[in-house]
């Protein structure tokens, strides 16, 4: 499953049991605070994916830009909520 982490939506895709093609599945409209990443989890577990990959921002010259320090803490939180272990 890859996530986008947008700060107004986010948006979600899965890929084929092969793992070749991804298609897109969903957006969640933020609301704010912790529930838009439950939201995330739970889309997780019923579709019960193996792996989730999150988009980090890059500018042009490809280093991470602002934006990824700022989600970091939000992936974080996702990592806690789907039990992934560090």
């Known amino acids: ?18 793992g070749l093609f991804a298609s897109p599945l969903m957006v969640i409209s933020r609301k704010g605070g912790a529930q838009d990443l439950r939201e995330v989890a739970e889309v997780a577990r019923d579709y019960e994916v193996g792996v989730v990959v999150v988009g980090l921002p890059v500018n042009l010259r490809g280093e991470l830009a602002v934006a990824a320090e700022n989600m970091s803490r939000e992936i974080e939180q996702l990592r806690k909520l789907l039990e992934v272990p560090r």
């Open 1 to 18: 499953m890859a996530v986008d982490l947008g700060t107004k939506r986010i948006g979600i895709a899965v890929s084929d049991p092969d």
